[in-house]
């Protein structure tokens, strides 16, 4: 039987009791570092602070320490993650066990883990993980029924294709350690203040200066925002406001009856994550605790207008939606039949638009830092959360690799509620959704961002994907006609996509004829002269500047574009970008999607104090199409009476059609000849439409952003995000002609960010290296396919790690992309083309659990063939299109 109540925390710790920690009671004036909410995340920043002798900090709290989302936790510590998460864990793990050893009461426990798989999918989708997962040294190991049976024996397993079970994963009461955190940040000298409600974050010069609360302003120079399910309205209260995309989703669990479970460490039995029933148990002393990620959840507070302050009040109940959670349930414990009414207890927690932790300085204000969004498990990442954000205060940038969880990934329209609360009834299932890679799309919260081409490229057949919620094109179905009913995304797979026949159409397009791909996602940023045009000694500001900020050398001919890296001090990649010299002193800039805020608050940073320069995002004034191909040539030619034959990365201004001031860029993205037309919105569909028709006779085809993925990739181009990062360099990406370390003094080229950490690098050698690998020995149609995140082997030694993989329609391989260095036994030794590419050298790539050969390349092996290939083909094809052409002009004219 089900009982359903309002909320409840399940701890089993003393109450926690009100603080005050000033003398009379009020709050201090002064502070280094304000911390809102003494939750779990909101102590860990302030225990990392303190214990790096940062004491000069304050913690707020509206309430009470612990009385928000912290209140209840499942008290789960899972370790099977995604590495990024994973490495997030690890750190909350290592500060847990350093209470748990100084004798702290926190309830720390081994219990073990199983990861169940019900279907053939899931199964592939555990042993990808453990594949990976393995080379870094934790224990996992890959178990049938039977012995997830003996493991617990509670389950019922007869329906389990197998599992995965983990011994190192732990529990831990988390109102305990919020508590602890608490106590022990206090005694190192951090003040804490409940029932202390902050009003408004005051700034000045674009950084922090000041936090008003109800009992008084406190100046300081950071803020972190740790203020749970209130972070977004927090945000908001700031000039400018700060962007904080979370909100609550209903959160159920259950609390069964004593059934008597023993206790002792020996006999404790392994939380189960049963993801294809979206539930997970674990052992309560000795009852058991089962909880839910529905695939569809409910918003939580969706009729009041803010997160209200009494929030327990306002929870709502619903039968009717925890039924179908309690059966399933009940079909995996069966134990649960025969046992008297358990309590089913709503517990919202925070979660984020793309179900991903959010943490980091935010691009509004400088100083202001955000952590939240922990996505139904705060105990789980608040701890490693905690530190990185406490180094990143103290040493002034990230020290891990901070592009999956950076609050800068996102746009106002993430922040909007409406879409928020559309979003999140999704968010929640997908924590425990098997997530095809390229292939799993949001359903709800869609056709926000739309390029002018949207309906045009619907009506002829677009499967559309989301990219920083810009609608974009994953490919078209060739099957597909008027007045069907419209494609989407089938099911996805791990084995050759369901779509793959498309995309073999598509880059046949590309190869032969002509392909026309809507891009239009890119960020897009003008650099120009600011109030003050001039530099006081007649030099030119906009060139000064990005000299300063591009490891390449931008001063190059108006009218020529240039590929560079924007670098952080460690050598990092903070952008991937083409600039587009205009005039003497403006740019425009292309960056990858994602980009758009992070790069502009970046740049914006690095602005001279004099406003001599300014940028401007005109993102949405573009529409961006990509036309790929050996006849591009003369398509253009017809549709421009201008000179289209321009020399590489070149560009001009000429009219299309009757569209005036379109950019075409003698560049594609994809490593294929072509260009790359930068169009005014208004004119797109125009443009697209004469493209379009004039290109029938070409051959045009329409090209989806998947099929140009595996083009880049087939041409060893790096990708923003999976092979650059803040961590990667262009020496170790590869990109070696993205870098000028020569230029002379009168360039003043001299002290570009970065240059110190790329000189010792060049001076000390790599340590890691980007290599293509091409995969032999595989089946296309039979065998798994890599993805990314395989781990790499050389000689049977791990060596590195899949960035990203595809199908090479050029090389006819599997081909993949990943950074390699020297086993561990010889890690201090650089790496070098010799140790990459030594005959003796044999490498393989583990997918799923299978190991295949690899060949490993340092350039495009098909790069060359390719390249003949097509240019054989170019100088069939066209003469044969203007023959067509004239002989019926003649015809025409008889």
Not at 139 to 147: A, I, K, P, R
Not at 236 to 264: E, F, G, S
Not at 494 to 502: A, I, T
């Amino acid at each position: 039987m089900l009982k359903i109540l309002r909320n409840g925390p399940v701890s089993r710790s003393k109450p926690l009791k009100q603080v005050r920690f000033a003398g009379d009671g009020s709050s201090p004036n002064q502070a280094r570092v304000v911390v809102a909410g003494a939750g779990l995340l909101g102590n860990s920043v302030a225990y990392h602070l303190a214990d790096n002798g940062w004491s000069n900090v304050v913690v707020l709290d509206q309430s009470k320490v612990g009385s928000g989302t912290s209140h209840f936790g499942s008290g789960t510590i899972g370790l099977f993650k995604p590495t990024p998460e994973r490495n997030i864990v690890v750190e909350s793990l290592k500060l847990y066990h350093k209470l748990h050893q100084q004798g702290h009461e926190i309830g720390l426990r081994r219990c073990g883990s199983l990861n169940l798989a019900q279907t053939h999918d899931r199964m592939i989708a555990l042993q990808r993980r453990a594949a990976y997962i393995l080379p870094t040294g934790m224990q996992c190991e890959l178990v049938d029924s039977e012995t997830v049976k003996k493991l617990h024996p509670f389950l019922h397993t007869e329906d389990l294709q197998g599992a995965v079970y983990v011994p190192d994963d732990c529990i831990a009461d988390s109102a305990a350690v919020v508590q602890v955190l608490a106590d022990e940040a206090k005694r190192m000298g951090v003040k804490y203040f409940e029932g202390c409600e902050v009003k408004y974050i005051k700034t000045k010069n674009g950084r922090v200066d000041a936090v008003d609360t109800d009992v008084g302003t406190i100046s300081c120079e950071y803020f972190v925002n740790c203020s749970g399910m209130w972070a977004r309205e927090l945000g908001l209260k700031c000039k400018p406001p700060v962007r904080i995309p979370a909100y609550p989703a209903q959160h159920y669990y259950a609390l069964t009856p004593n059934i008597n479970l023993p206790t002792d460490d020996d006999n404790l039995l392994p939380c189960v994550r049963d993801y294809d029933s979206n539930l997970y148990v674990r052992q309560l002393d000795q009852s058991l605790l089962i909880g839910w990620f529905e695939k569809e959840a409910k918003p939580a507070f969706e009729e009041t207008k803010d997160i209200p302050k009494e929030w327990q009040s306002h929870l709502h109940q619903d039968a009717r939606h925890c039924a179908p959670l309690w059966e399933k349930a009940v079909d995996r414990l069966p134990v649960l039949r025969d046992m008297s009414m358990s309590t089913v207890r709503n517990s919202p927690d925070n979660f984020t638009p793309d179900g991903r932790l959010i943490f980091g300085e935010s691009a509004e204000v400088k100083n202001y830092f955000v952590a939240c969004g922990m996505n139904g498990n705060p105990l789980q990442g608040s701890g490693g959360v905690g530190k990185a954000l406490a180094e990143w205060i103290i040493s002034g940038k990230p020290t891990i690799d901070m592009l999956p969880f950076n609050v800068q990934r996102f746009l106002d329209l993430h922040n909007n509620r409406q879409y928020l609360q559309q979003r999140i009834r999704e968010v929640v299932g997908r924590q425990y959704a098997i997530l095809y890679p390229n292939q799993s799309e949001y359903k709800f919260s869609r056709k926000l961002r739309c390029s002018p081409l949207y309906s045009v490229l619907e009506a002829r057949g677009a499967v559309f994907g989301t990219k920083m919620g810009y609608e974009r094109a994953l490919y078209f179905d060739a099957d597909y006609r008027r007045g069907d009913p419209l494609p989407s995304l089938p099911e996805g797979s791990f084995y050759k996509p369901k779509f793959f026949h498309n995309m073999e159409k598509e880059y046949q397009a590309c190869a032969q004829h002509v392909g026309i791909i809507d891009i239009s996602s890119f960020s897009k940023i003008e650099i120009k002269p600011g109030v003050q045009s001039e530099m006081p000694s007649g030099g030119n500001a906009v060139l000064n500047y990005l000299q300063k900020m591009c490891a390449n050398d931008v001063n190059i001919t108006v009218g020529h574009i240039v590929h560079t890296g924007m670098l952080n001090d460690r050598g990092g990649y903070e952008n991937d970008c083409m600039l587009i010299r205009q005039s003497e002193d403006s740019y425009f800039m292309i960056s990858p999607s994602s980009q758009q805020t992070r790069i502009y608050e970046w740049m914006s940073r690095n602005l001279p104090t004099d406003g001599s320069v300014m940028l401007n995002d005109v993102t949405s004034m573009y529409t961006v199409i990509n036309v790929v191909g050996p006849k591009s040539t003369p398509l253009m030619s017809e549709l421009s009476n201008s000179d289209v034959r321009l020399a590489p990365f070149t560009y001009k201004k000429l009219n299309i059609g009757y569209a005036s001031d379109v950019m075409i860029m003698s560049f594609t993205h994809t490593g294929m000849p072509g260009y790359c037309l930068y169009v005014p919105s208004e004119y797109a569909l125009h443009v697209y439409d004469r493209l379009m028709t004039v290109g029938r006779d070409y051959g045009a085809r329409d090209v989806g952003t998947l099929t140009q993925r595996f083009l880049r990739i087939d041409k060893f181009i790096p990708f923003w995000g999976d092979e650059l990062t803040s961590m990667t360099t262009p020496f170790e990406a590869g990109v070696f002609y993205s870098v000028r370390l020569d230029i002379s003094q009168l360039k003043k080229k001299e002290n570009f960010i970065g240059r110190q950490a790329l000189e010792r690098q060049k001076r000390d050698g790599l340590k890691k290296r980007l290599v293509l690998f091409h995969v032999e020995d595989i089946d296309i149609e039979k065998d798994v396919w890599p993805w990314g995140g395989e781990p790499l082997y050389r000689n049977s030694e791990f060596c590195g790690t899949v960035t990203s993989a595809g199908y090479g329609f050029a090389s006819e391989k599997l081909v993949c992309l990943g950074y390699i260095s020297r086993p561990e036994s010889n890690a201090l030794q650089t790496i070098t083309t010799e140790f990459i590419m030594d005959k003796d050298a044999v490498y393989h790539i583990d997918i799923a659990g299978k190991r295949f050969r690899l060949a490993q390349h340092i350039h495009p092996k098909a790069a060359l063939a390719s390249a003949i290939e097509r240019e054989h083909r170019s100088k069939s094809y066209r003469p044969t299109v203007v023959k067509v052409k004239k002989q019926y002009l003649k015809n025409s004219r008889n």
